[in-house]
T-cell receptor
Framework: DQQVKQNSPSLSVQEGRISILNCDYT??????FLWYKKYPAEGPTFLIS?????DKNEDGRFTVFLNKSAKHLSLHIVPSQPGDSAVYFC??????????????FGKGTKLSVIP | GAGVSQTPSNKVTEKGKYVELRCDPI?????LYWYRQSLGQGPEFLIY????????DSGLPNDRFFAVRPEGSVSTLKIQRTERGDSAVYLC???????????????FGPGTRLTVL
């Protein structure tokens, strides 16, 4: 039973356009959401996060939107650049016993930005 | 400063052998997590350390898996009697509970790719 779902395995976008990556979750206890970017043979790199008390967080070209009622979040990249081509993982956490904030990840979306 | 480092980067072993994977977290980070990523999947939680103690090991798949963090810094993930199904990338992440907003942002190492033949 997947608690975090990224339903699009891949996405292709023209350079300069907007990239929108989507993520849905089922566990209403999740209160913190993160996006990670991953290049081949590297570990996931933290990109941007959002707390459940907010509905938007922006950092440069990256904006994350959270719709709690729909249990949906999205990552917007604008403008998209060829260097953004990577696998993007959506992750969610809720405080567990003993203070653990273990992350639950989606399967990832492979973004290709075409020059 | 230095990020999370993991050694070895690749490990090939035979079925039934014992392996150790090492993680060196970011200096000062008290929380340390191990995850496992299989092909085509997102990382899956294995175990969490706060300081020296394994505070949450609910993600370990069975008793062949064990992890230690004796001095509250470097951690070692140990797998006994390896099986082909253990083949995956093993990722380590560390965090500081004193991070922005008090929320835990985890920073990952490059991972160890384990192949069990």
């Amino acid at each position: 039973d997947q608690q975090v779902k990224q339903n699009s395995p891949s996405l292709s976008v023209q350079e300069g356009r907007i990239s929108i990556l989507n993520c849905d979750y089922t566990n209403s206890m999740f209160d913190y959401f993160l996006w990670y970017k991953k290049y081949p043979a590297e570990g996931p790199t933290f990109l941007i996060s959002i707390s459940s008390i907010k509905d938007k967080n922006e950092d440069g070209r990256f904006t994350v939107f959270l719709n709690k009622s729909a249990k949906h979040l999205s990552l917007h990249i604008v403008p998209s650049q060829p260097g953004d081509s990577a696998v993007y993982f959506c992750a969610a956490s809720a405080i567990q016993g003993a203070g653990s904030y273990q992350l639950t990840f989606g399967k990832g979306t492979k973004l290709s930005v075409i020059p | 400063g230095a990020g999370v480092s993991q050694t070895p980067s690749n490990k090939v072993t035979e079925k039934g052998k014992y392996v150790e994977l090492r993680c060196d977290p970011i200096s000062g980070h008290t929380a340390l997590y191990w995850y496992r990523q299989s092909l085509g999947q997102g990382p899956e939680f294995l175990i969490y350390f706060q300081g020296t103690g394994a505070a949450d090991d609910s993600g370990l798949p069975n008793d062949r898996f064990f992890a230690v963090r004796p001095e509250g810094s470097v951690s070692t993930l140990k797998i006994q009697r390896t099986e082909r199904g253990d083949s995956a990338v093993y990722l380590c992440a560390s965090s500081s509970p004193l991070g922005s907003g008090g929320v835990d942002t985890q920073y990952f190492g490059p991972g160890t790719r384990l192949t069990v033949l």
